[in-house]
């Protein structure tokens, strides 16, 4: 069985689900950094598009019940590997120890120019 997650206000580019949730896992779709109250792409650079992603990821998390400290897992996606530190110090802000286990992998493009995308899993 398949549930679909998405919290008030989720906008998708695409035809997915924020979430979907499977025995007792939380599979979140990868979120770019899109600022949901206007719609548009935060642009201030690596540090807040990271957390904007977080912001997003989280309110997927809270509308299953959820909260960080669910997570197990988490894949970043940058286009810049330049940018790796920056994005660090804003990741660090969202998790505590144990950490969840991470992947960062650099990549040509995003959607919609975003510089970072970050997906997550979670245990129900």
Do not use: K
């Not at 979140?28 to 912001?55: H, W, Y």
């Not at 959607?111 to 245990?123: F, K, R």
């Amino acid at each position: 069985m398949r549930e679909a997650i998405s919290p008030p206000g989720a906008a998708s580019v695409g035809p997915y689900s924020p979430a979907i949730a499977s025995q007792g896992v939380l599979y979140c779709s990868g979120q770019t950094p899109i600022d949901p109250a206007t719609g548009s792409l935060v642009d201030s650079g690596v540090g807040d598009q990271t957390r904007q992603c977080f912001a997003n990821l989280f309110a997927v998390l809270a509308a299953a019940g959820l909260d960080g400290s669910a997570v197990v897992s988490v894949g970043v996606f940058l286009t810049d590997m330049s940018d790796f530190s920056e994005m660090n110090v804003a990741y660090a802000e969202h998790f505590t120890e144990p950490y969840p286990a991470r992947t960062t992998i650099g990549v040509a493009a995003l959607p919609l120019g975003a510089s970072v995308e970050i997906q997550l899993t979670a245990q129900m």
